[in-house]
């Protein structure tokens, strides 16, 4: 043995033995008590019927129910929360949501990663303070912030991260600008890339390769832009971007991984493509005609719609290029409901707010306008247990395994404590801070007002 391993083992074996006693000190210790919560006298919505239930009693241990009953529960050591006869419901979920986009303007959101980490930081407590307990990303820079709320630096909402909006040159997402180009194939990556806000891919392989390193950071699902958007510069409503071999390398890849693919498209080219090439979920479908439609229920497809409230169109400039495609797209908004209801299309709710933080604080109100094709209970059942069977399609890339969006026993603790009934008044959501009592997520209160 040389003298300088010596030393070096001499060195370290005091740090080694202090490190065996602080172990063996931390498995003597008791385990910390288990955090309970028990709510009495509730009403409940349970995130799938369309009634509340009698009077009823929940039991949160630690972050499950663990016991639902109609007659009162006794629970030495719990946190009690008297309902009075209020709602309980699910925690609510949006699952087109961009919470990196939020709070800053486009020319922002490819700028200072410090400042956008810390705007969307606020924006996620913002998010959960508005009873939103989980959000699925579909486009951003997520995985960071997504790292902050679940190891508690940060408070806001789950999230399910896609990463980076994976686009082709000219595609929706592409945010870049005209001396931008040439593109170099294999060459520097722009600023929009290097943060990871969009790749840009156009072929099979460079698909593959921005997919799996979407995977690699912790994507639940991917996210490609096979047809033109409102919001990106160069990207014209009625093209079809990726090729069906593009888009089936994505989906083999993300099914590689046990997930799948959302694919944003508007048109019947767009979205029949997507759904050719094995795209598991169409995001918007605005502008699907009725043969689309029919081919979405048969194939089993998911269909994310947002009812876009018309502020978003209208905070376009008047004469731009974006005002004039968002005046191509939302007259399509309520006949994709319509086919949806039609043909009984699995239709989940999502928001798709962007630059804007006084949209974000109407999220509750979107969902409310729901109403204008479904019943209340309908619109609350969408957003909550409906949401989360989306979620669950991500398989064993699921981030929090477990029941989330209902009450039931052994789901997951994300609960809204609300001060009225829902179903009969769903604005009541549309006033979070007034109407919501009590927001819980994963067993622990972050607002009691009771």
Known sequence: MSAIYRRALSAALPLLALGLASAAHAQGSPPAPVRTTLFQNVRIFDGKGSSLSAPSHVLVKGNLIDRISATPITEPGATVISGNGRTLMPGLIDVHWHAMLIRVTPAQAFGDVGYNNLAAGDEATDTLMRGFTTVRDVGGPAFGLKQAIDEGIVRGPRIYPSGAMITVTSGHGDFRQLTDLP??????????????????????????????????????????????????PFSPIDVSTFTEPELRAAVEAAENWGTYVAAHAFTPAAIQRSIAAG??????????????????????????????????????PEGSVQRAKAEEVWPGIARSYELAKKYKIKTAWGTDVLFSRALAQQQGAILASLTRWYTP??????????????????????????????????????????????????????????????????????????
């Open 279 to 316: 795209v598991k979920c169409i995001e918007h479908g605005t502008l699907m005609d009725e043969a689309t439609a029919k081919l979405i229920a048969e194939k089993g497809i998911w269909l994310s719609a947002q009812p876009l409230p018309d502020a978003l169109r209208t905070g376009f």
């Open 183 to 232: 593109r170099t194939i294999g060459g520097m990556l722009t600023r929009m890339e290097l943060i990871g806000g969009a790749l840009v891919a156009d072929s099979p392989d460079e698909v593959r390769v921005r997919v799996r390193e979407q995977l690699m950071q912790g994507a639940s699902q991917v996210k490609l832009t096979a047809g033109g958007g409102v919001s990106s």
């Open 377 to 450: 209970a309908e619109a609350l059942a969408m957003a909550t247990g409906t949401n989360a069977e989306l979620l669950a399609l991500s398989g064993r890339r699921n981030p929090y395994p477990g029941k989330l969006g209902v009450v039931e026993q052994g789901a997951l603790a994300d609960l809204l404590l609300v001060d009225g009934n829902p179903l009969e008044n769903i604005n009541l959501i549309a006033d979070p801070a007034r109407n919501f009592k009590v927001i819980m997520k994963d067993g622990k209160v972050y607002k009691n007002e009771n």
